[in-house]
């Protein structure tokens, strides 16, 4: 869930592993109605909107779990039977590699940041680790254009 700070719009961010065409999964964002759940829902309902469909599996295969990071970003956990990776995806759709996982029989679940937002914490499942990876996040570099 991301609320907007200046406008206040609530956006939900859903995650279909194997949906799309090429089953390499998708990325929807749902923008709540106003009165959600009230009487004015029916004459303004909430929107959904298909915010990202990959169609290169070199950048993202069958992302399974996600985050939404300090600076805007989307991060999404793979979970494939090739090759896990953490990956950013910008507000322009833009992509970026942020962590890989050597082992084909784990993935990454779990991401979420420290209060202070300095700190990314992200579990493999198989052994059963946790990492904290540091910054700095304004560097990252959109690597998928």
Known sequence: ???DAQ???TRIWIVSTAGGPEAL??????????DEGGAGERRHPGT??????????????NGDNLTLAPFGDLLVCENNDVAQHI??????GGMYRLAANPRRDAEFAGATFSPD??????????????F???????TRIDRSG
């Open 48 to 61: 959904l909107e298909l915010a990202l469909e990959p169609r290169n599996p070199e950048w993202l295969r």
């Open 87 to 92: 990956v950013g995806v910008t507000a322009s």
């Open 117 to 130: 937002g300095g700190t990314l914490f992200v579990n493999l499942q198989q052994p059963g680790l946790t």
């Open 25 to 34: 999964g998708q990325l929807w964002c749902y923008r709540p109605a106003g």
């Open 1 to 3: 869930v991301e609320v």
């Open 7 to 9: 406008s206040g719009e």
């Open 132 to 138: 904290a990876i540091k910054g700095p996040w304004h």
